[in-house]
T-cell receptor, first 114, second 114 residues
Framework: GDSVTQMEGPVTLSEEAFLTINCTYT??????LFWYVQYPGEGLQLLLK?????DKGSNKGFEATYRKETTSFHLEKGSVQVSDSAVYFC?????????????FGTGTRLTIIP | DVKVTQSSRYLVKRTGEKVFLECVQD?????MFWYRQDPGLGLRLIYF???????EKGDIPEGYSVSREKKERFSLILESASTNQTSMYLC?????????????FGDGTRLSIL
């Protein structure tokens, strides 16, 4: 079945550091890939997505590129801020009418210190 | 903006009680989902629905049931609550046209079973 493997957390970085959170997946067919973010006390919000190989999703300075050859979708940001402290989830979705569920990774907690 | 509203942010119930968690969305989404979120396990799908009075089991349906009598409302029911159902519960909704559509999440209900 489908699965997502995410970098174990927690991750602690200083402000303005470079961020990478690794995500690899196993799926049948051609999945769409997503990064969701969960700020403290809130639900999940879509951060970015990519729907086909070599697509790059980007939002709020975060980027991730859909790499079919390595089955990866790593999240990167060049200079993190304290406000980026949150839990980040990688997810995939395979097209299947009537069964369009997301498969999530376990989440990576990110803490940015000033 | 899409709004997914969960009826309670925090809920405390006793073992053996019947518990109802309510979720309402205002975007006319066909699909609705219930997940539970546990540390180290990420989000796991309990049930989903792609139409009124339609439901499908997710990955961990045991001990739960659902009801979708109106398009905008999706209820999760714990028939006889047990302590291992203490968790954060997240509701989500989406359009079904294709797998590129993101799911929109509520803020979650933190349920404690004593």
């Amino acid at each position: 079945g489908d699965s997502v493997t995410q970098m174990e957390g927690p991750v602690t970085l200083s402000e303005e550091a470079f961020l990478t959170i690794n995500c690899t997946y196993t799926a049948t067919g051609y999945p769409s890939l997503f990064w969701y973010v969960q700020y403290p006390g809130e639900g999940l919000q879509l951060l970015l997505k990519a729907t086909k190989a070599d697509d790059k999703g980007s939002n709020k300075g975060f980027e991730a590129t859909y790499r079919k050859e390595t089955t990866s979708f790593h999240l990167e940001k060049g200079s993190v801020q304290v406000s980026d402290s949150a839990v980040y989830f990688c997810a995939l979705r395979t097209p299947n009418f009537g069964n369009e569920k997301l498969t999530f990774g376990t989440g990576t907690r990110l803490t940015i210190i000033p | 903006d899409v709004k997914v509203t969960q009826s309670s942010r925090y809920l405390v119930k006793r073992t053996g009680e019947k518990v109802f968690l309510e979720c309402v969305q205002d975007m006319d989404h066909e699909n609705m989902f219930w997940y539970r979120q546990d540390p180290g396990l990420g989000l796991r799908l309990i049930y989903f629905s792609y139409d009124v009075n339609m439901k499908e089991k997710g990955d961990i349906p045991e001990g739960y049931s659902v009801s979708r009598e109106k398009k905008e409302r999706f209820s999760l029911i714990l028939e006889s609550a047990s302590t291992n159902q203490t968790s954060m519960y997240l509701c989500a909704s989406s359009f079904p046209e294709n797998s590129n559509q993101p799911q929109h999440f509520g803020d979650g209900t933190r349920l404690s079973i004593l």
